[in-house]
């Protein structure tokens, strides 16, 4: 029998809240061992933050018994508070302190002796690869060094269990696998480690997870044991003349399909339990579809045990009306644009034009120079040299222009403070929307996006799925011709992201242009052209299939879109003789 020290125990647990008509925790039995990361996943709302706080005795279970190596979270919260490690999804560093000083803070805190801490800091600079930057003050810091920074102000005063609610959100791939060597490298050590997280890909480098919805607890278990429970019920279909966006979308209203995304030049499925590839085929009829089975993945599986996919078509695209549609019209271009900060280029001469109806798709490392050129594309940043047209017009000078753009910003960007309903009038009223017609939007948009239970809840109050299908109403008002998306996904769940891609591919389908960036690989495979921007500069461009290709060989013939992103960029530094940043 394990050691109570090594263990986590939750026996009956729920949890209240009383603006909730269910329990946000629900009758949870379960046990957590050291030795190795378990994951806690599940949708938006499933519980995963509620079960974490009562973990690190910030709250208090409404019935049911929980113990935390050993102690009781709120009677022994001064014990448990010396051994336990918590970084929540908003880690509390000081952006106007250095790396340093945020160190210092935070062993004053956890009362860490004077004579230990300069061995304790030195661990931990290197263990996070953060040495050369301990006088940068941490606002400064990319997303990913952030991450590492709040997990070495997390492990100051060596904790035996390390609580991580989400730490890889907005973090691109590389900063990420370092993030998990770090915490497979605790875990080998025997620390007891809990990592919640959103991101399914994540969820098969754990030994094993919590699967979680509406509170309850569905699986616990080995994340490979869920996933042979779907082997052969993952296929890919692609047809010569159908493109994979409206592929998808038929393939979503078939009873026979349960899950569709797109992966490069095919359109991956699930099919429904006790339906086989003939239903299929007979239900779509389409002469020429070509069917092959895909290795199954956890995502498939943890799809498959939510139900599926409930949403399958868009009314917010049903909703636009079509554009005039010139494939070959240039409506986005970008002119050896860049940006500098004092000698330092953020952007260096970058160029490159999107089409109109195409999905065009900036990708790089935290730092890399992404956001600086999605921004001065918006209108939002004038560049030092270079040009950033949209629709012909440059967007120094062209206020015109930005009636036709749409912007929804990486970090929630509406008034957290008013109602759903105030922030749906701000905005449409700022986009020149008056009257009856702004009236009619506002109701369409509740309806596209179900808020008509929650208009009168303050912004700030719901959960991120809803703020950010806000966000993208907001930035919709107006029906603009060009959508800007800064990281639209960023910490929703797979069920959210892909409602998300419905409402994008069908407004793409009437002719609305798209310019996205994102760390969700998966993600990059809806886009028809990449650029990969790294050091300031676009270093590869093309379609997700083209780049993967170009670093496909024998040992891996068939390489998924995050292997491309990090074989890119590690060839690149080679090239250059760079360290990898």
Partial sequence: MASSDNLILLQGIVKNFPSLQHPAIYNLDCEIHAGGVTGLVGPDGAGKTTLMRMLAGLLIPSSGQLSVAGLDPIKEDRALRAILGYMPQKFGLYEDLTVMENLTLYAELRDVADEVREATFQRLLKFTSLEPFTERLAGKLSGGMKQKL?????????????????????????SRRELWQMVHELADEGMLILWSTSYLDEAEQCREILLMNGGKLLYQGAPQKLTQKVAGRSLLVSHPEVNNRQLMQRLLKLEQVTDAVIQGH??????????????????INLPELHITEATPRFEDAFIDLLGGIALVESALGNMLQPLPHNPDETVIEARALTKKFGDFAATDHVSFAVKRGEIFGLLGPNGAGKSTTFKMMCGLMVPSSGDAQVLGMDLKNAGQARQHLGYMAQKFSLYSNLTVMQNLRFFSGIYGLRGKKQAEKIESMCEAFAFHDIVNNVTDSLPLGFKQRLALACSMMHEPDILFLDEPTSGVDPITRREFWLHINSMVNKGVTVMVTTHFMDEAEYCDRIGLVYHGKLIATGTPDALKHQIADQETPDPTMEQAFIELIDQWDKEHSREPS
């Fill in 150 to 174: 709040g997990l070495a102000c997390t492990l100051v005063g060596q904790p035996k269990v390390l609580l991580l609610d989400e730490p890889g959100v907005g973090v691109d791939p590389i």
């Fill in 266 to 283: 095919a359109v991956r499925l699930m099919l429904a339990r006790n339906t086989g590839v003939d239903a299929l085929s007979r239900a």
